[in-house]
């Protein structure tokens, strides 16, 4: 069973603003309440290969390759790039009528799964992290790490719906004003650029 220690601990780095936070809020502010929660979904099993990697082992690989990791790293980059272009170009433009939202829905997902599988920091984050809550001495190593990755699934899901949440509650207090919407989706874009690079200059 996970100690509270891990929940706190697990809760505080969830909490950080990352790249996926970013995204889903930019979600629920341009486009609404239901892409928040796919894009919600879609950062939370983005993680998921990364924690069955970190269980598996296969982590050490990114640790120990830095061809593997400088890939990873920058297709990562890249991605980040193209959102950040996105949002920019799309700058401006807020649509209510939720018609545009049901068409993307499942876009908006996959690009918030890609958003985490393409950062290899988390891969090496989560192997750092997850062994220091599980005894040595555990008669089930594994199926400890897999509680574990199951709850820090649930806490990034729940505090992801939230950020989602609250940036579609202020939407309807920004559609009125264009100027407004223009600049926050374009300091949502800076902030891909921000992380992109930030990714970049990343080492092992």
């Given at each position: 069973?996970?100690?509270?220690?891990?929940?706190?601990?697990?809760?505080?780095?969830?909490?950080?603003?990352?790249?996926?936070?970013?995204?889903?809020?930019?979600?629920?502010?341009?486009?609404?309440?239901?892409?928040?929660?796919?894009?919600?979904?879609g950062?939370?099993?983005?993680?998921?290969?990364?924690?069955?990697?970190?269980?598996?082992?296969?982590?050490?690989?990114?640790?120990?390759?830095?061809?593997?990791?400088?890939?990873?790293?920058?297709?990562?980059?890249?991605?980040?790039?193209?959102?950040?272009?996105?949002?920019?170009?799309?700058?401006?433009?807020?649509?209510?009528?939720?018609?545009?939202?049901?068409?993307?829905?499942?876009?908006?997902?996959?690009?918030?799964?890609?958003?985490?599988?393409?950062?290899?920091?988390?891969?090496?984050?989560?192997?750092?992290?997850?062994?220091?809550?599980?005894?040595?001495?555990?008669?089930?190593p594994?199926?400890?790490?897999?509680?574990?990755?199951?709850?820090?699934?649930?806490?990034?899901?729940?505090?992801?719906?939230?950020?989602?949440l609250?940036?579609n509650?202020?939407?309807?207090?920004?559609?009125?004003?264009?100027?407004?919407?223009?600049?926050?989706?374009r300091?949502?874009?800076?902030?891909?650029?921000?992380?992109?690079a930030?990714?970049?200059?990343?080492?092992?």
């Open positions: 069973m996970p100690s509270i220690e891990f929940f706190i601990t697990s809760l505080i780095v969830v909490l950080l603003p990352g790249t996926g936070v970013i995204f889903t809020m930019s979600a629920g502010l341009t486009q609404g309440k239901r892409a928040s929660l796919f894009a919600a979904a950062c939370t099993l983005g993680i998921v290969p990364h924690l069955l990697a970190s269980i598996a082992g296969l982590a050490a690989l990114l640790h120990a390759s830095s061809v593997a990791f400088q890939i990873l790293k920058f297709a990562g980059v890249i991605y980040l790039g193209y959102l950040a272009w996105s949002m920019w170009r799309d700058s401006g433009t807020l649509d209510l009528s939720g018609k545009a939202v049901q068409r993307n829905d499942w876009k908006i997902a996959l690009r918030a799964f890609l958003i985490n599988i393409l950062n290899p920091k988390l891969s090496i984050f989560f192997l750092a992290f997850l062994p220091q809550f599980v005894p040595q001495n555990s008669a089930s594994v199926a400890g790490l897999l509680t574990h990755s199951a709850v820090f699934m649930f806490l990034t899901l729940v505090v992801f719906i939230f950020y989602g609250f940036a509650a202020v939407r309807h207090y920004l559609s009125n004003s264009p100027v407004i919407v223009r600049w926050v989706q300091s949502f874009s800076g902030a891909f650029v921000a992380m992109g930030k990714l970049a200059l990343s080492e092992r």
